[in-house]
């Protein structure tokens, strides 16, 4: 039951203006929601002022002190009040607020810090000495002199002070620490030319160092891979593809992992527009639905993607935090994000994720030995004749053939190939070092393939391997004669909202390529005419509202195409070789040979290793012979 709003007369409502004070406390409530935006806002005027190197120091999570140290073009004395006044700026002239090109362009930052804490900004300019001045709770004081070489310091002192309601929302040290290594790790990877340091002061003194990354060199794409590498982790830009497309405008830049380093989450997807760090639903869908047809709905792509467009072509003044923007055509902005990615994907072949054999050599668990005493390699002679002497007698009751689950491979010396397999690898050209995937050596547990490889061994998964090589054909037949769509003998009729038939009638023609045909019948309702032959018999009402559904949380729908290709992989699935097949070793190869010739064949259809390569350095570890 509502109660009575005692804060409204009786009488006729008077209209007030709020006192500056009032203003800047509502301003800030909308740029600073924790120390994290006050954290992001400082370093972005750091950016835009042409700094190099930037320091930042916090104290309890932020709450008591936050302090940005950079080495920019600083502040002269007589703009410094101007600085803390609403709406003042340097950045645009005001005359067109989409003609934007840096980070901060609103001017509500600095008075919106001092409203709620105690804000001192020192700074000093190239060919003038260097001054300060402070602001408590909205209160400025006079400008001073001050001692600094160069640069600008910002000192924000017992944040939210002036509101305290707001800090019983914060949450703990700890948290809003973890919030401001965020920030500043994602304002690192739009700016990699740029050198970040992060302490921890709470203790008193220098502090702890807790993130820390030099300014790269080199060209801008090995610029962005060391940085990625910093902060994202070796493993990242190991198996990171790099990105680089353009199409009416837009270019796309970045790097994006393969499938096989999927994450169970999306913490792993980092979006840039114009250098800015945003969190917009259309990218994030468009990332989806490049990764739609690698990963399972439990994993998520990693990836660090930047769009830079003329400013014109996106409005970043959608929020107060600038957050998010709005392109002038989304749809090209979505398309390329896409193509680009899948172009990326199919470029990767069959590679997978280094990953899958670190994890593999964690399983691997030697047992502890004393000294190892190691000898030197042998000779590629001497090891043949030692080949030679091992294998067994001709009626020995243990010959490999005899044993269950033991392909009949012949056991040769290292490096050479049997003449069973130079028909599929081709005698007159040396295999090991032509072919990525070598050459089969022997198949175990009527499942696993072993195959050696120039650098060491590769150890592949049949029944996955070819049931991704059967659903790449199958999507590729698709793809060339379309999807047959089966006509239903009375058309479902499915009432909808005004607003719901509007937005399902716009995609109806995206629909149509997939074999569900749509169409208006009058009123708010939309007739289905046909449905996908390949579905069977489906319910066409509860198919449109699922499709309303996901537009309505990603923008757009993957629902009928994920149900087509869902039947294409139980197809595959079906079609492939089983696990529990005895494989010859010409038919081993000639799938090791398939696989190295069809994209995405590193992955199975749901995202997992279709096969993992050990190098011989980690295989001689794992037996101490290093």
């Given at each position: ?5 005692r804060k409204?007369?009786?009488?006729q ?28 806002e400082?370093?972005?005027?750091a ?41 003042a700026t340097?950045?645009?002239d ?6 934007i ?5 609103r ?8 409203a ?5 900004i020192t700074s000093?300019?190239?060919g003038?000495e260097?001054?300060s001045?402070s602001?408590?709770?909205g209160?400025i004081?006079p400008?001073k ?18 509101t ?8 703990s040290?700890r ?8 920030v ?8 990699p030319?740029?050198g970040?340091?992060l302490?921890?002061?709470?203790s ?6 807790s ?15 060391s ?18 497309a353009?199409r ?20 792993a997807q980092?979006l840039f527009?114009?250098?800015?760090p ?5 990218l ?21 993607l930047f ?6 072509m996106?409005?970043v ?14 749809g090209?902005a979505?398309?390329?994000?896409v193509s ?8 990767a072949?069959h590679?997978?994720?280094?990953t ?6 964690g ?21 043949a004749?030692g ?13 490999p ?21 130079t028909?599929?690898?081709g005698?007159d ?5 032509q072919y990525?995937?070598g ?20 150890i ?6 070819h049931?991704?090589l ?10 060339e ?7 239903l003998?009375?058309p ?11 937005r ?6 995206e ?14 309702a ?12 489906v ?5 449109v509202?699922d499709?309303?559904d ?11 195409l ?15 070789i ?11 190869n ?10 995405h ?9 279709t096969y993992v390569?050990?190098?011989l ?6 037996f101490g012979r290093?």
């Amino acid at each position: 039951m509502l109660k009575e709003d005692r804060k409204i007369s009786e009488n006729q409502p008077v209209i007030r203006q709020l006192d500056e004070g009032a203003i800047n406390r509502i301003a800030a409530g909308e740029v600073v929601e924790r120390p994290a935006s006050a954290v992001k806002e400082l370093v972005e005027n750091a950016i835009d002022a042409g700094a190099s190197r930037i320091e930042i120091a916090i104290a309890a999570g932020g709450k008591t002190l936050i302090r940005v140290t950079d080495d920019g073009c600083g502040i002269t004395p007589d703009q410094l009040p101007l600085a803390l006044s609403r709406h003042a700026t340097s950045k645009i002239d005001g005359s067109d607020l989409l003609d934007i090109h840096t980070f901060g362009f609103r001017g509500e930052a600095l008075p919106s810090l001092g409203a709620v804490g105690r804000l001192t900004i020192t700074s000093r300019s190239k060919g003038f000495e260097a001054s300060s001045i402070s602001v408590s709770g909205g209160a400025i004081s006079p400008v001073k002199p001050a001692a600094l070489t160069a640069g600008t310091i910002v000192e924000l002192r017992d944040l939210f002070y002036a509101t305290p309601a707001r800090l019983k929302f914060m949450r703990s040290d700890r948290a809003e620490s973890q919030a401001i290594g965020d920030v500043i790790k994602r304002l690192a990877m739009a700016e990699p030319y740029i050198g970040f340091t992060l302490r921890d002061v709470s203790s008193g003194g220098e502090g702890r160092v807790s993130f820390r990354t030099e300014p790269q060199n080199g060209d801008l794409f090995d610029a962005l891979h060391s940085r990625l590498a910093r902060i994202l982790g070796s493993e990242f830009a190991e198996n990171a593809l790099r990105i680089d497309a353009e199409r009416e405008g837009l270019r796309l830049i970045g790097y994006a992992a393969l499938p096989t380093y999927s994450r169970g989450s999306s913490v792993a997807q980092y979006l840039f527009v114009n250098g800015r760090p945003v969190k917009d639903k259309l990218l994030v869908g468009a990332l989806r639905a490049a990764y739609f047809d690698f990963l399972s709905r439990d994993r998520h792509p990693a990836a660090a993607l930047f769009v830079d467009c003329d400013p014109q072509m996106v409005d970043v003044n959608v929020h107060p935090a600038k957050s998010e923007v709005r392109f002038r055509d989304p749809g090209v902005a979505r398309g390329l994000i896409v193509s680009a990615l899948r172009h990326a994907l199919a470029e990767a072949g069959h590679r997978a994720s280094t990953t899958v054999a670190g994890a593999t050599l964690g399983a691997m668990r030697p047992e502890p030995t004393g000294r190892v005493y190691q000898m030197d390699r042998p000779s590629l002679g001497a090891r043949a004749a030692g080949y030679q002497m091992q294998s067994p007698l001709p009626h020995s009751i243990s010959e490999p053939h005899d044993m269950p689950g033991f392909a009949e491979t012949p056991m040769m010396p290292s490096g050479q190939i049997p003449e069973s397999h130079t028909a599929s690898l081709g005698a007159d050209e040396p295999a090991l070092t032509q072919y990525p995937l070598g050459a089969a050596r022997g198949q175990v547990h009527e499942n696993y393939i072993i195959a050696q490889t120039e650098t060491g061994m590769v150890i592949v998964d049949q029944h996955a391997a070819h049931e991704r090589l059967v659903y790449e054909k199958l999507k590729a037949q698709m793809a060339e004669n379309g999807v047959a769509a089966q006509a239903l003998l009375i058309p479902e009729i499915v009432e909808l909202s005004e607003s719901d038939c509007a937005r399902l009638l716009a995609v109806a023609e995206e629909l149509t390529k997939f074999g569900l045909t749509i169409e208006a019948f009058g009123g708010t309702a939309i007739a289905v005419r046909e449905t996908p032959a390949i579905l069977g018999e489906v319910n066409a009402r509860a198919m449109v509202l699922d499709i309303l559904d996901e537009l309505d949380d990603q923008g757009e729908s993957h629902l009928v195409l994920a149900k087509i290709e869902a039947i294409l992989s139980r197809v595959a699935c079906h079609g492939s070789i089983r696990s529990g097949r005895r494989m010859r070793a010409d038919e081993m190869n000639a799938l090791l040979r398939e696989m190295e010739s069809t994209p995405h064949s590193g992955q199975c259809n749901h995202g997992r290793p279709t096969y993992v390569e050990l190098k011989l350095a980690d295989i001689e570890r794992l037996f101490g012979r290093t």
